[in-house]
């Protein structure tokens, strides 16, 4: 583990927006909200009652950001349950407004009849009414071509996918023990379990795992769960 940590302490780090939906803390929890807000800079909301977590995290990719922000937090919230990525999805008039523009520029460039020199416009995620609605990682990635983007990095469409299966994976082993992305207390008994790491497998064996030291690994043995790019 020494060697991997050491091999993304070299890497380039880059810094991601993520945005979880989660469990197990709201706006209601004012030691929650505050103890997030002074040590991460993250912020608890809710949205269409659905409790949401959003920071900055970096990471050598999206996979790794989202790992260390779990485990960041739970430092401070244990009892923090993390869902899933929430997929903010715009419509025209939340582009027009994250971009300045008017709807009507932003209709004509999703129908190609500006900037058609460009990529196409991406194609909708669906439909909400009979108004349609992107990701918006797909956008903000085709306005980084006119210099209209957020400026921020956004997990891709791909890492979101896997991000959610860490998510997953991570629930179902705290059904059996303490949480597998990190925690405030360490594991209790001896057993293996998958680390998810950047873009490699580990198995992690018998040591026990707390946010302040990483677990001695053997890496490369079995590829249970390859979640990186």
């Known amino acids: 583990m020494a060697e991997a940590s ?13 945005c979880f939906v989660v469990a197990g803390a709201n706006v209601s929890d004012d030691a929650a909200v505050s103890v997030l807000a002074d040590q991460l ?15 900055l995290s970096e990471g050598t ?13 739970r430092v401070h919230v244990p009892e923090l349950i993390f869902l899933r990525l929430d997929r903010d999805l715009v419509g025209i008039p939340e582009i027009a407004e994250r971009t300045g523009r008017s709807r009507q520029n932003v209709t004509q460039w999703v129908t190609g009849k500006r900037h058609n020199d460009l990529t196409p416009f991406p194609a909708p995620e ?9 990701l918006w990682t797909e956008v903000n990635a085709w306005l980084r071509q006119l210099e209209l983007d957020d400026g921020v ?7 979101m996918t896997d991000i959610d299966y860490m998510l997953r994976h991570d ?5 059996e023990g303490p949480p597998l992305l990190g925690g405030a207390w360490p594991y209790s008994q001896v057993r ?13 064996v018998g040591k026990a795992l707390t946010p302040q030291s990483e677990p001695t690994t053997t890496t490369g ?3 249970l769960l390859r979640v990186g790019r």
């Open 126 to 134: 669906g439909t909400v009414g009979r108004a349609r609605v992107w």
């Open 61 to 73: 990719n999206a996979i790794d950001a989202a790992r260390h922000a779990v485990v960041s937090c």
């Open 221 to 223: 043995a079995v590829d």
């Open 153 to 159: 990095a956004h997990p891709s469409r791909d890492d």
């Open 41 to 55: 800079d993250a912020i608890l909301s809710r949205a269409a009652g659905v409790e949401l977590l959003t920071l």
């Open 192 to 204: 293996d379990s998958v680390l998810c790491w950047g873009d490699q497998a580990s198995i992690v």
């Open 6 to 18: 050491h091999r993304r302490t070299e890497e380039s780090l880059v810094q991601y927006e993520l």
């Open 171 to 175: 629930r179902l082993r705290t059904l």
